[in-house]
């Protein structure tokens, strides 16, 4: 949480995880985007833009409303079930593909490397199996990183980058198809290949953009499939889908519908609004497609590999088994109250050891961004491929030298066949004897050279399998090796490697309380489960939603309560010394992430502290010449829309009827008591139709082509002023005051880039010789056509348009955004902004004038933080 990031900050430098902030000075704050040369720090960058959840309550969306009726209400409905129904669908096939050919691959390597070390045991040719599987490694590691290459954005978990699009940041390419075959295909390929990754986190980020691509029913990578689908053409019904859509992919994962609904309110949906927090409680939107998506994976699953189509026998990618007591161990207990002691201790041991990684990992992940992203792509090949063939042969040797060969004893086989609910197949068939006589097995082979998830279900299910040397050789393997492949350019999550390496800490712990201190009444299995929560949330930091995913896993609600205090327990711990994994990688893109509330000390600034003064701005009726310059010359996605006051507008508006145009719009728009009495008591009009003029008036494209072609010039060659040149020998000048230079502008609402491009692509304008109202009127379904994909200002063809004609704004400009006045606290503006999911704040003073705008680099940390300093400086 922000508020606790300046206090942890001693503590960090004995763990080299954070920097002293007070060492920055607030001009080093205010460049954001640099990378400080002292602390190395990645400050937030200017570049990354901001999506639109607010909705435009312009003059086309009235028109929807008011022929929205009942019946419409409810076909839309039945729309967006049947959307949410097709995401979790397609989400479990994906996951069913992504299952099927890992399992196909990793049966086929470890088929041809058992046999091949079996022979060479008696032979002398290990050097042989080694080579074999080195073979099939480097090869699938090869082509996962070929993947990455066709769409960078691919590799990783993909969950730090989904995280930053539900807080309101447009990530280039995160929800594209193309991503979705790379990171689907790089991730099945980089699982076969041996490397220390998992597939579920990879998982939340494929249903992600399932749920983004879905319901718009194109995409960038497909153009040439069209299909005319007229709903959801908003960034703010996108980010719903696209948060059902993880909660699916999680759910596919570990087969855990309500986890899935949970980590996407607790980790993925910043801008969890009230709307959809009510449909997952009532309605069950997100559970809804979470459900669907467990129900198809289930369903496939149990067929192929039982044959029982319907029997519904594995409903994720990865399912823990039943915990249970051997019947004839009667001293034995799943827990008990005094291990609520011992939990709470491994919680702090797993936040250390989570804090650690993360430091490590963040290491690596400057150092790559240093000296391996800048150089050519093939480095990130190279480097992929050095981690493979590294993990390959620690992987070989360790199964060979350190491993220990244990007998086979009855109890195990007796043992492992109770287990009917184990998701691979009897946790007895992945035992490996290799290099081990007969009846006897290698318990450090069992670990290495099976799949993650039959490793972890060995280490929670098998009972006296394992030393305690072994296991503490595998975690210390298991725990570098894991950091270190976590962010190579291969599609990797971290889900699976941190619950294999937590268990095995759990294991030994158990090991270790059996042994030496004589506490036989616990159970193994308990310790490992604990030991996996107590890493896991060491590093991710979850708790609400991790919880809930372990007891969904273990069919075990008992758990409830251990592994509740151990993730918080983790989570308290790890908090103090740096940040969860996936902020952490937030942080070094340099995205300018909101966090959920800022620091009490920041209610000390106000919105004029924070706000931008100097603003660019329309007026309601511009010229197309102004506007052309305007978005050419600045990269502001939004634009106030604002009239100057003046004290001689009378004489303003003599012989010019774009200023009278502009004035008498102002004077409209001013509400009186008497004119809403007014208003009110007339009888209600119908709206008028809209009708649509793609063209000017014919008249316009006579004018004499040399004044046209002087006029282009101008506009191609003009600079924006801080004032358009919209009145008459009125350029802002050197000699200007102050007062002058900023006159007072009477604020009237807000008006996007995209739709101002719209406008001027569409031909919507007028002549100054004829009324506004003659301007062609567009739908909002023709304003909303071209989403996602906006034409933009610099591809525009400026020979077809006049620049002398003027553009009437106020149809689409949102006459009614959210305000807040210059005095409001900092804290009450975040929340606003956060809350409601804001791209644009103006800040409009007592007398509805507007004097700055905030946007979410004003709200970030870094930001207040040096605000802050300059008003101690101040003061």
């Known amino acids: 949480m922000a508020g606790s990031r300046g206090s942890v900050c001693g503590c960090c430098k004995l763990c080299c995880c954070c920097g002293e902030r007070e060492t920055r000075t607030p001009e080093e704050l205010t460049i954001l985007g640099e990378t400080q040369e002292e602390e190395d720090e990645i400050l937030p960058r200017k570049d990354y833009e901001s999506l639109d959840y607010d909705r435009c309550i312009n003059d086309p969306y009235l028109e929807v409303l008011e022929t929205m009726d009942n019946k419409k209400g409810r076909r839309f409905e039945v729309?967006?079930?049947?959307?949410?129904?097709?995401?979790?669908?397609?989400?479990?096939?994906?996951?069913?593909?992504?299952?099927?050919?890992?399992?196909?691959?990793?049966?086929?390597?470890?088929?041809?490397?058992?046999?091949s070390v079996e022979e060479c045991s008696q032979k002398g040719c290990l050097a042989l199996s080694l080579l074999e599987l080195l073979g099939f490694n480097l090869t699938f590691v090869f082509l996962a990183s070929l993947v990455v290459l066709i769409e960078p954005v691919s590799a990783g978990s993909?969950?730090?980058?989904?995280k930053c699009y539900l807080n309101g940041v447009k990530v280039p390419g995160i929800v594209r198809f193309r991503t979705l075959v790379c990171k689907v295909l790089g991730v099945l390929f980089s699982v076969a290949g041996g490397l220390f990754v998992g597939k579920e986190g990879p998982m939340i980020h494929s249903g992600a953009v399932v749920g983004a691509g879905l319901p718009q029913f194109q995409s960038n990578s497909l153009r040439k499939i069209q299909i005319n689908f007229p709903y959801f053409q908003s960034d703010r019904d996108k980010r719903d889908f696209v948060s059902a859509g993880a909660s699916a992919g999680i759910a596919a994962a570990f087969g855990a519908p309500i986890g899935g609904t949970l980590f996407s309110l607790e980790e993925g949906s910043s801008f969890w609004n009230q709307g959809l927090t009510w449909k997952v409680v009532r309605r069950t939107f997100c559970l809804f497609c979470s459900m669907s998506a467990?129900?198809?994976?289930?369903?496939?699953?149990?067929?192929?590999?039982?044959?029982?189509?319907?029997?519904?026998?594995?409903?994720?990618?990865?399912?823990?088994?039943?915990?249970?007591?051997?019947?004839?161990?009667?001293?034995?207990?799943?827990?008990?109250?005094?291990?609520?002691?011992?939990?709470?201790?491994?919680?702090?041991?797993?936040g250390l050891l989570g804090a650690i990684f993360n430091c490590l990992n963040k290491r690596l992940a400057k150092y790559r961004m240093r000296n391996v992203h800048p150089k050519p792509k093939l480095v990130r090949v190279l480097e992929s491929l050095l981690v493979s063939l590294v993990t390959t042969v620690v992987v070989f040797v360790a199964s060979m030298m350190l491993g220990e060969c244990r007998q086979m004893s009855f109890s195990n086989h007796v043992r492992n066949d109770s287990f009917q609910q184990v998701r691979t197949e009897d946790v007895n068939s992945s035992i490996k004897t290799f290099f081990c006589p007969n009846d006897t097995y290698n318990d450090?082979?069992?670990?290495?050279?099976?799949?993650?998830?039959?490793?972890?279900?060995?280490?929670?299910?098998?009972?006296?399998?394992?030393?305690?040397?072994?296991?503490?050789?595998?975690?210390?393997?298991?725990?570098?090796?894991?950091?270190?492949?976590?962010?190579i350019s291969v599609p990797s999550g971290l889900f699976v490697p941190s619950l294999l390496c937590g268990a095995a800490f759990g294991r030994l712990v158990a090991n270790l309380l059996k042994s030496y201190i004589g506490l036989s009444h616990i159970y193994s299995g308990t310790f490992s489960l604990v030991g996996a929560a107590a890493f896991l949330g060491g590093i991710v930091r979850m708790t609400i939603s991790l919880t809930v995913i372990l007891i969904e896993s273990t069919n075990e609600i008992t758990y409830g309560l251990p592994i509740m205090i151990t993730l918080m327990v983790a989570k308290w711990t790890g908090d103090f010394f740096n940040k969860g994994i996936y902020d952490i990688h937030v942080d070094l893109r340099g995205v300018p992430f909101l966090e959920w509330e800022t620091e009490v000390e920041m209610d000390k600034l106000r919105a004029s502290d924070i706000m931008e003064p100097n603003l660019t701005y329309v007026y309601p009726h511009t010229r197309i010449q102004s506007l052309v310059s305007i978005l050419r010359t600045t990269v502001h996605h939004a634009f106030p829309v604002v009239t100057e006051n003046r004290g001689n507008e009378k004489e303003f508006m003599k012989g010019n009827q774009l200023?009278?145009?502009?004035?008498?719009?102002?004077?409209?728009?001013?509400?009186?008591?008497?004119?809403?009495?007014?208003?009110?008591?007339?009888?209600?009009?119908?709206?008028?139709?809209?009708?649509?003029?793609?063209?000017?008036?014919?008249?316009?494209?006579?004018?004499?082509?040399?004044?046209?072609?002087d006029l282009l010039q101008q506009m191609l060659e003009r600079r924006y002023t801080p004032y358009p040149n919209l009145y008459p020998d009125q350029s802002p000048s050197?000699?200007?005051?102050?007062?002058?230079?900023?006159?007072p502008l009477t604020f009237h609402g807000l008006i996007l880039r995209s739709q101002l491009v719209t406008l001027l692509v569409r031909g919507v304008c007028y002549s100054e010789?004829?009324?506004?109202?003659?301007?062609?009127?567009?739908?909002?379904?023709e304003m909303a056509e071209d989403y996602p994909m906006y034409p933009d200002i610099h591809d525009?063809?400026?020979?077809?348009?006049?620049p002398r004609m003027i553009v009437d704004v106020t149809p689409y400009m949102n006459p009614s955004p959210f305000t807040v006045s210059p005095n409001t606290h900092v804290s009450q503006v975040f929340n606003l902004f956060r809350t409601m999911g804001l791209r644009h704040l103006p800040v409009v003073n007592a007398v509805g004038e507007i004097v700055g705008i905030i946007t979410r680099h004003n709200l970030t940390y870094e930001f207040l933080q040096a605000r802050l300093r300059q008003h101690y400086q101040t003061m």
């Open 79 to 115: 729309v967006k079930w049947m959307v949410v129904f097709a995401i979790g669908l397609c989400t479990g096939l994906v996951g069913l593909f992504v299952d099927f050919f890992v399992r196909l691959f990793t049966k086929l390597k470890y088929g041809v490397v058992q046999a």
């Open 659 to 709: 200023i009278s145009n502009n004035i008498k719009f102002k004077k409209s728009s001013i509400l009186t008591r008497a004119g809403e009495q007014r208003k009110r008591s007339q009888s209600m009009k119908s709206y008028p139709s809209s009708e649509l003029r793609n063209v000017c008036d014919e008249h316009i494209a006579s004018e004499e082509a040399a004044e046209k072609e």
């Open 158 to 162: 993909g969950i730090p980058e989904i």
């Open 796 to 802: 525009l063809d400026l020979t077809l348009l006049n």
């Open 769 to 781: 010789s004829q009324s506004s109202a003659n301007q062609p009127r567009l739908s909002y379904a």
């Open 734 to 743: 050197e000699d200007w005051t102050m007062e002058e230079r900023f006159r």
């Open 294 to 350: 467990t129900f198809t994976l289930n369903f496939f699953r149990s067929g192929i590999q039982f044959g029982s189509w319907g029997s519904f026998q594995l409903p994720g990618l990865l399912n823990f088994g039943e915990f249970k007591c051997s019947d004839s161990d009667k001293k034995c207990h799943l827990w008990t109250a005094m291990d609520l002691g011992l939990f709470v201790v491994m919680g702090v041991i797993g």
């Open 444 to 487: 450090m082979a069992t670990l290495f050279f099976n799949p993650q998830e039959s490793a972890i279900l060995q280490l929670f299910h098998q009972e006296g399998t394992f030393s305690p040397v072994t296991l503490a050789l595998f975690f210390i393997l298991y725990f570098f090796l894991a950091c270190w492949t976590y962010g």
